[in-house]
């Protein structure tokens, strides 16, 4: 992306404010920033989600223009495990990212609780990697939240997604839980980009890119704790 | 503006006192119902048809209502002019009221309680458009979010999303619009729409209040049932609405 700015007029808010950034195939990336910082509106830029000037690129397309869909389909999302689907089982929860389209045959496989082809040995592979083989059936209400995180992390990967995008995805989460999501951020086979206010997520990942107030402050390696508590220490006054 | 309203309505005293006689024949009607085996069985059957014709009318409602309250939802994001459209239809059904729906298809289709019941379904859909539109409208954004950013379509959104989100208070509102559909159902008969509103007003026309005290008695016993039976399911599926 180049000189992306990313303004909320009906808030009078400016999330990100020049923002260039440049992301490898296959790279690994935290986004780092207090709340407020723009990370979000980051990661829903590369999919043409937020009202953007400037230029983005996501693999060589643009989501604003013809190719959203094509990208959003090519794009796990995970945020934290509160976005399931609540009235539906955990599995049609989990199966949810691969019916984008209109194939009738898929359709009612999923709506039935089966993976469709194509997806069944990586939906089950997934399932009993993350250990919710038996939790599957219950409606997701009923899951604790490091279930439907889990969920979650499968409806994500399920599609295996060229891009990977966390939106602050251990929140909430118990350690085992959230240290499970950040290996299962990094054994992905994607980009992977994950936004994050936890330092110690953060300096997991090879690369970080640090926002403040909707601009880049630091991008290399993890930041030692001095940067950051600049970054975090500015953001108080 | 008051005294106006008041006089405009006919509204005074002496009307109150000059149909004493007939109040007081009224309720000494009312006093003495007609509690007989024959007529009894009668106002079963008006019941049993007034029923009828609420499920009916209800189910028809459903069916058109629904997709439009899908269609109508601002965050199942339907393309501007098949909302538009659906807007006006619904606005255009819930806008004619029932009982003139009634009288409509009594002169098309003749009297009888399939007339009732297409006028319930008719006003019922439009007001099932409106307001499941609002239930769904009122789910928690983050879900939707996220499937639409994994380049769900407007259907999965809507299908897989939207709709499950807001299971229980749509399966709640339809409870409610059956209790509005009774209501409604018991005075249709007046225009010749079938159910209990029939045997209503012949038993008013003949000036038969005892039938009158029993009948409604009746519809008052159907109305608190199916409040109270709607009242239990809804508590069973947890809705909000």
Same mark, same amino acid.
């Given at each position: 992306?180049r000189?992306?700015?990313?303004e909320?007029?009906?808030?009078g808010?400016?999330?990100?404010?020049?923002?260039?950034?440049?992301?490898?195939?296959?790279?690994?990336?935290?986004?780092?920033?207090?709340?407020?910082?723009?990370?979000?509106?980051?990661?829903?830029?590369?999919?043409?989600?937020? @009202?953007a000037?400037?230029?983005?690129?996501?693999?060589?397309?643009?989501?604003?223009?013809?190719?959203?869909?094509?990208?959003r389909?090519?794009?796990g999302?995970?945020?934290?495990?509160?976005?399931?689907?609540?009235?539906?089982?955990?599995?049609?929860?989990?199966?949810?990212?691969?019916?984008?389209?209109?194939?009738?045959?898929?359709?009612?496989?999923v709506?039935?609780?089966?993976? @469709?082809?194509?997806?069944a040995?990586?939906?089950?592979?997934?399932a009993?990697?993350?250990?919710?083989?038996?939790?599957?059936?219950?409606?997701?209400?009923?899951?604790?939240?490091?279930?439907?995180?889990?969920?979650a992390?499968?409806?994500a990967?399920? @599609?295996?997604p060229?891009?990977?995008?966390?939106?602050e995805?251990?929140t909430?989460?118990?350690?085992?839980?959230?240290?499970e999501?950040?290996?299962?951020?990094?054994?992905?086979?994607?980009?992977?980009?994950?936004?994050?206010?936890?330092?110690?997520?953060?300096?997991?990942? @090879?690369?970080?890119?640090?926002l403040?107030?909707?601009?880049?402050v630091?991008?290399?390696?993890?930041?030692?704790?001095?940067?950051?508590?600049?970054?975090?220490?500015?953001?108080?006054? | 503006?008051?005294v106006w309203?008041?006089?405009?309505?006919?509204?005074?005293?002496?009307?109150?006192?000059?149909?004493?006689?007939g109040?007081?024949?009224?309720?000494?009607?009312?006093?003495?119902?007609?509690?007989?085996?024959?007529?009894?069985?009668?106002i079963?059957?008006?019941?049993?048809q007034?029923?009828?014709i609420?499920?009916?009318?209800?189910?028809?409602?459903a069916?058109?209502?629904?997709?439009?309250?899908?269609?109508?939802?601002?965050?199942?994001?339907?393309?501007?002019?098949?909302?538009?459209?659906?807007?006006?239809?619904?606005?255009?059904?819930?806008?004619?009221?029932?009982l003139?729906?009634?009288?409509l298809?009594?002169?098309?289709?003749?009297?009888?309680?399939?007339?009732?019941?297409?006028a319930?379904?008719?006003?019922?859909?439009?007001? %099932?458009?409106? %307001?499941?539109?609002?239930?769904?409208?009122?789910?928690?954004?983050?879900?939707?979010?996220? %499937?639409?950013?994994?380049?769900?379509?407007?259907?999965?959104?809507?299908?897989?999303?939207?709709?499950?989100?807001?299971?229980?208070?749509?399966?709640?509102?339809l409870?409610?619009?059956?209790?509005?559909?009774?209501?409604?159902?018991?005075?249709?008969?007046?225009?010749?729409?079938?159910?209990?509103?029939?045997?209503?007003?012949?038993?008013?026309?003949?000036?038969?209040?005892?039938?009158?005290?029993?009948?409604?008695?009746?519809? %008052?016993?159907?109305?608190?049932?199916?409040?109270?039976?709607?009242r239990?399911?809804?508590?069973?599926?947890?809705?909000?609405?």
């Open positions: 992306m000189d992306l700015t990313v909320f007029a009906d808030r808010l400016l999330a990100l404010d020049g923002v260039d950034l440049e992301v490898d195939a296959g790279e690994r990336v935290a986004l780092l920033g207090p709340s407020g910082a723009g990370k979000s509106t980051l990661l829903r830029a590369l999919l043409g989600a937020v @009202p000037v400037g230029t983005v690129r996501v693999g060589g397309r643009d989501p604003y223009g013809r190719s959203t869909r094509e990208i389909r090519n794009a999302f995970l945020r934290q495990g509160d976005d399931l689907i609540l009235g539906v089982s955990g599995r049609l929860n989990a199966l949810m990212g691969t019916v984008a389209g209109w194939r009738l045959r898929d359709w009612c496989k709506l039935s609780g089966r993976a @469709p082809s194509g997806y040995d990586r939906f089950a592979e997934l009993a990697r993350h250990g919710v083989v038996d939790c599957l059936s219950a409606r997701a209400s009923q899951l604790s939240g490091g279930q439907r995180q889990r969920v992390l499968i409806r990967l399920l @599609p295996a060229g891009l990977l995008l966390a939106d995805p251990t909430g989460l118990d350690p085992v839980t959230s240290a999501a950040v290996r299962a951020l990094h054994e992905a086979d994607a980009t992977v980009i994950a936004a994050t206010h936890d330092l110690t997520v953060a300096a997991t990942f @090879p690369r970080v890119v640090a403040r107030e909707g601009r880049v630091h991008d290399g390696p993890p930041i030692d704790e001095t940067i950051s508590a600049k970054i975090y220490q500015q953001e108080k006054v | 503006m008051l309203a008041v006089h405009g309505a006919g509204l005074s005293v002496g009307e109150l006192v000059a149909g004493r006689d109040a007081r024949e009224l309720l000494s009607g009312f006093l003495s119902p007609d509690l007989s085996g024959e007529f009894l069985a009668t079963g059957g008006a019941i049993v007034t029923t009828q609420s499920l009916a009318g209800l189910l028809l409602a069916i058109v209502g629904m997709p439009f309250a899908v269609l109508l939802a601002r965050n199942v994001e339907a393309p501007a002019p098949v909302r538009g459209a659906v807007r006006l239809s619904a606005a255009f059904l819930r806008g004619v009221p029932d003139l729906w009634a009288l298809f009594v002169a098309m289709i003749g009297p009888g309680p399939a007339a009732g019941a297409l319930v379904a008719l006003h019922g859909a439009g007001m %099932l458009a409106k %307001l499941g539109a609002e239930q769904l409208e009122a789910v928690k954004p983050g879900p939707i979010e996220a %499937l639409r950013l994994v380049g769900a379509n407007r259907t999965s959104v809507a299908l897989l999303g939207v709709v499950p989100e807001a299971r229980a208070n749509l399966a709640s509102l409870l409610y619009q059956w209790e509005c559909n009774v209501r409604t159902s018991t005075v249709l008969g007046f225009v010749g729409a079938g159910g209990i509103g029939q045997e209503l007003a012949v038993s008013l026309t003949l000036f038969r209040y005892d039938e009158l005290s029993t009948l409604v008695l009746a519809v %008052l016993a159907l109305i608190l049932a199916v409040d109270l039976l709607s239990l399911i809804r508590r069973r599926l947890g809705a909000v609405a």
